[in-house]
């Protein structure tokens, strides 16, 4: 696979080295070494570059080569059985797990008292409470995956990242199967109601994803303890859930960048965050993006 590089933005670059010296008239890459870090599984080109004086116009055309290239951006999002239902990498927090749950739970003890009482008409009424939940719960989701949608919007993003619905289960096999199914449910309904958008839904092998610091890129078991996460590194603390969903989107990032064809067709990506976007090198670009 040929490999494609992340440069910075347009708009940026000359604030950039990139910009001061490579994508400049007055230098000129004389060699450069390409670089492995393990962690983020991810390779850096360090370019050395020496001053030309009169410039050879060719080589400097040869230089902007990267200039077509499209860049996407993504948010990642973690979802979860327990806190809240759904965490963006934008730092949002959609709907309530415990809610959703709590809900459910009453519906079963209803219904288990219903079951025991044992008539007829209880079991009519086990039918139509039934009946009402299952209409509450898919109208939540819907009303969850709508939120999500809105906010992919706000953040101006190409497409939403999940985890894959094979390692979520993996993650939530202890979790009752109604919370499998939401999850799973969720996952479809906001699939579906992107189809006549611009966005796209994507997923991802998790992996690490909630012990990887999203800050520095360590990767540690012990740095997160149910819902709170604080690196062992560099002492980053954060919600366990929002560190997860920037991994996420990151992920979706290291992998256009090795060369994966992205749902966008891009060659480059960057993850939204907060208050901007970051690129896989790291390197944050404040809001507004996306101009020039
Ligand atoms: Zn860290």
């Given at each position: 696979m040929f490999p494609e590089y992340v440069v910075p933005p347009e708009s940026k670059r000359e604030e950039t080295p990139f910009g001061r010296y490579y994508d400049s008239d007055e230098w000129d890459a004389s060699h450069a070494t390409l670089q492995y870090d393990e962690l983020a599984d991810e390779f850096y080109l360090h370019v050395t570059t020496k001053h030309v004086g009169d410039a050879d116009s060719e080589r400097q055309e040869a230089a902007h080569e990267d200039d077509g290239s499209e860049n996407?951006?993504?948010?990642?999002?973690?979802?979860?059985?327990?806190?809240?239902?759904?965490?963006?990498?934008?730092?949002?927090?959609?709907?309530?797990?415990?809610?959703?749950?709590?809900?459910?739970?009453?519906?079963?003890?209803?219904r288990g008292r219903l079951q025991q009482i044992g008539t007829r008409s209880a079991h009519l009424t086990i039918q139509s409470i039934g009946d009402r939940f299952s209409k509450w719960s898919l109208d939540w989701l819907h009303n969850r995956a709508n939120e999500l949608i809105a906010e992919a919007k706000r953040s101006d993003v190409h497409g939403i990242v999940f985890e894959n619905l094979k390692h979520i289960r993996k993650r939530i096999s202890n979790a009752a199967k109604f919370q499998q199914w939401a999850v799973a449910k969720f996952i479809k309904l906001v699939e579906y109601k992107v189809e006549d958008t611009v966005l796209f839904v994507d997923t991802v092998n998790p992996a690490y994803t909630s012990q990887r610091c999203s800050q520095c890129g360590f990767v540690h078991e012990d740095s997160r303890s149910d819902k709170s996460f604080e690196c062992l590194k560099c002492d980053y603390e954060v919600n366990a859930d929002y560190n997860a969903a920037k991994n996420i989107a990151n992920r979706y990032c290291a992998y256009i960048h090795r060369g994966q064809k992205s749902r966008g067709g891009w060659a480059t990506c960057q993850l939204a965050l907060k208050s901007g976007t970051l690129n896989v090198n790291g390197d944050f670009n404040a809001s507004p993006r996306l101009e020039g």
């Amino acid at each position: 696979m040929f490999p494609e590089y992340v440069v910075p933005p347009e708009s940026k670059r000359e604030e950039t080295p990139f910009g001061r010296y490579y994508d400049s008239d007055e230098w000129d890459a004389s060699h450069a070494t390409l670089q492995y870090d393990e962690l983020a599984d991810e390779f850096y080109l360090h370019v050395t570059t020496k001053h030309v004086g009169d410039a050879d116009s060719e080589r400097q055309e040869a230089a902007h080569e990267d200039d077509g290239s499209e860049n996407g951006v993504v948010l990642g999002v973690d979802l979860n059985v327990n806190g809240a239902f759904a965490v963006t990498s934008t730092g949002v927090f959609i709907g309530s797990a415990d809610h959703l749950t709590h809900r459910r739970n009453e519906f079963e003890k209803r219904r288990g008292r219903l079951q025991q009482i044992g008539t007829r008409s209880a079991h009519l009424t086990i039918q139509s409470i039934g009946d009402r939940f299952s209409k509450w719960s898919l109208d939540w989701l819907h009303n969850r995956a709508n939120e999500l949608i809105a906010e992919a919007k706000r953040s101006d993003v190409h497409g939403i990242v999940f985890e894959n619905l094979k390692h979520i289960r993996k993650r939530i096999s202890n979790a009752a199967k109604f919370q499998q199914w939401a999850v799973a449910k969720f996952i479809k309904l906001v699939e579906y109601k992107v189809e006549d958008t611009v966005l796209f839904v994507d997923t991802v092998n998790p992996a690490y994803t909630s012990q990887r610091c999203s800050q520095c890129g360590f990767v540690h078991e012990d740095s997160r303890s149910d819902k709170s996460f604080e690196c062992l590194k560099c002492d980053y603390e954060v919600n366990a859930d929002y560190n997860a969903a920037k991994n996420i989107a990151n992920r979706y990032c290291a992998y256009i960048h090795r060369g994966q064809k992205s749902r966008g067709g891009w060659a480059t990506c960057q993850l939204a965050l907060k208050s901007g976007t970051l690129n896989v090198n790291g390197d944050f670009n404040a809001s507004p993006r996306l101009e020039g």
